[in-house]
Every structure is written in C-alpha cells, then in structure tokens.
C-alpha cells in the first residue's frame, strides 16, 4: 500500500502561485505514475498533472505552461508547480499514485484563487 500526505494549499490572488507537495509512504522508484487532480464544486474530477517513474510527464491543456510536475525521489515527494494561477484553478487538489495496479489517495488539499 502506499499512503499519500498533501500540503501546500491554501488562498491566493489571481496571477499568484503556490506549490503543492505530496510525500509518499514508500519509496517512489517503485511507482508507477503520481499525479495530481482536482475537483471544483459541481464538476467532475479531472486530471491536471502526473509523473511517471521514468520522470515523463503529462499536462491537462488548461494548465500547459503554468503548472509544473516534479519529483523528489530522495524525499519520495512530488511536487506541483503552479503559476499564473486564474480563478478556474480553484479546486481540492489530490494526490495519485498507481501501484501494483491500484490507485491510491490523499485526503485533498483546498486551493482557491481569489482577490
């Protein structure tokens, strides 16, 4: 199994950024992909981001050029970048990871882009 703790929400202006981090109870070398999504209030949960162990990457075209997914394999941590944040992008953000054929998750964290 493995257990996903997110941090790095929180409030922030149009245009501002924030950086998420997601640490993984085992070491990430043996996951497949981690990813981020998100869900907004009335909408279905969609992909925005997600790493897989041989660090290639895939981006949700709404967020091409503003948010960057990385990965800290000696922390066992990914991270998402995220820049130029609009007010579309206000969303819970969770954590993924794919292994052993399972979907693991975090417990989500708030982010909301407002004046």
């Known amino acids: 199994q493995v257990q996903l703790v997110e941090s790095g929400g929180g409030l922030v202006q149009p245009g501002g950024s924030l950086r998420l981090s997601c640490a993984a109870s085992?070491?990430?070398?043996?996951?497949?992909?981690m990813g981020w999504y998100r869900q907004a209030p009335g909408k279905q949960r969609e992909l925005v981001a997600v790493?897989?162990?041989?660090?290639?990457?895939n981006y949700a075209d709404s967020v091409k050029g503003r948010f960057t997914i990385s990965k800290d394999s000696a922390k066992n941590t990914v991270y998402l970048q995220m820049n130029s944040l609009k007010s579309d992008d206000t969303a819970v953000y969770s954590c993924?990871?794919?292994?052993?054929?399972?979907?693991?998750w975090g417990q989500g964290t708030q982010v909301t882009v407002s004046s």
């Open positions: 085992r070491s990430i070398f043996s996951i497949y992909s």
């Open positions: 993924n990871a794919r292994y052993q054929g399972a979907n693991y």
């Open positions: 790493i897989t162990s041989f660090s290639s990457t």
